[in-house]
């Protein structure tokens, strides 16, 4: 089984900074890693797939880069509605998730 | 509007059973490879299971906590998903999310969209 682990767990940041959320795999994935917004209560919201391709209406402030084991999300002028968790999973091999990251306001 | 409706879920006694439904609407389920993804209270997600659209077999995989014990079917002239679990686990507690691998009929490694879930307790 492919581990994703994502780090930091917790990020605390304020409004209009920059942030950087990074995933890691235990083998390689190429590019075929997402991301997922979750907000309390909510289902998981797809961002990001092909490791950099944003999904339909997802703000260009939102990016993400990276192939092989090493991913990173961006995330550029963050407004109050992105805080939230946020979690990586890979489809190179079945299927795995990390464990999240969740971004606090500071 | 593509939407998903799961249901069915509540409190089960260890060693129970208990179906869940999810409901598709606003694409072509019959297409779509259809998937179960749960998250225990406070935790991460975890891929459950999926079943293939008819068109590319209608066969179906499992996470190894589940096979043997869970079952994911479909019923495409209804439009629904379904998920029976058997001989259930104080460690299966969790909300139980239908997603799909895509909305055409070539499937994607990602989950878009997701219904709102349904919550399992399996508690004595």
């Known amino acids: 089984e492919i581990v994703m682990t994502q780090s930091p767990a917790t990020l605390s940041v304020s409004p209009g900074e920059r942030v950087t959320l990074s995933c890691r795999a235990s083998?390689?994935?190429?590019?075929?890693l997402a991301w997922y917004q979750q907000k309390p209560g909510q289902a998981p919201r797809l961002l990001i797939y092909g490791a950099s391709t944003r999904a339909t209406g997802i703000p260009a402030r939102f990016s993400g880069s990276g192939s092989g084991t090493e991913f990173t999300l961006t995330i550029s002028n963050l407004q109050s509605e992105d805080f939230a968790v946020y979690y990586c999973?890979?489809?190179?091999?079945?299927?795995?998730f990390g464990g999240g990251t969740k971004m606090e306001i500071k | 509007e593509v939407q998903l409706v799961e249901s069915g879920g509540g409190l089960v006694e260890p060693g129970g059973s208990l179906r869940l439904s999810c409901a598709a609407s606003?694409?072509?389920?019959?297409?779509?490879?259809m998937t179960w993804v749960r998250q225990a209270p406070g935790k991460g997600l975890e891929w459950v299971g999926r079943?293939?659209?008819?068109?590319?077999?209608?066969?179906?995989d499992y996470a190894a906590p589940v096979k043997d014990r869970f079952t994911i079917s479909r019923d495409d002239s209804k439009n629904t998903l379904y998920l029976q679990m058997n001989s259930l686990k104080t460690e299966d507690t969790a909300v139980y999310y239908c997603?799909?691998?895509?909305?055409?009929?070539?499937?994607?490694?990602?989950?878009?969209?997701w219904g709102q879930g349904t919550l399992v307790t399996v508690s004595s």
């Open positions: 997603t799909t691998q895509g909305l055409s009929m070539t499937p994607v490694g990602w989950f878009d969209p």
């Open positions: 079943i293939k659209s008819k068109t590319h077999g209608g066969t179906t």
């Open positions: 606003g694409f072509t389920f019959s297409n779509a490879w």
């Open positions: 999973q890979q489809y190179n091999n079945w299927f795995t």
């Open positions: 083998q390689s994935l190429s590019s075929n």
